[in-house]
């Protein structure tokens, strides 16, 4: 049996380094989509949400993963995200994937208001500075 080398990347650590995977199963936005060994090379964006894939001797395993890229070469599969955990209960990662992924906490949300602003003063002055005559 055929089988593919499976990668899932965090920022500063590697949650997955697997090789007798069978199959993965990953959210994107246009819905979920199953990776075989003799798939076409492809990418994808993910949406946060669960990743599976089948091991040798372990079953189906399950990941919460935050949004990211998969890239699959050959028989060669590395998912990037930003933010992931692995578990058994599938209910808990869910809730996972709905508390700590789809939901910005405060402080993000600020910062995404505080840069709109100086970026809308910024282009305010220099709209200003391209309107004086030389």
Known sequence: ????????????EVLVDETDVARIVVETAQGSFGLLPRRLDCVA???PGILSFEAEGQGEVFLAVD???LVKTGRTVVVSVRRGLR????AR?????EQEFLTLDAHEEEMRT??????TGFLRRFATLSDRPS
């Open 67 to 69: 949004e990211g890229v």
């Open 1 to 12: 049996m055929q089988s593919m080398a499976l990668r899932v990347l965090l920022p500063f």
């Open 87 to 90: 578990g058994n209960d599938l």
């Open 45 to 47: 964006a993910l949406v």
């Open 93 to 97: 990662l869910r809730d996972a994937v």
């Open 114 to 119: 505080a840069m709109a602003r100086l970026e």
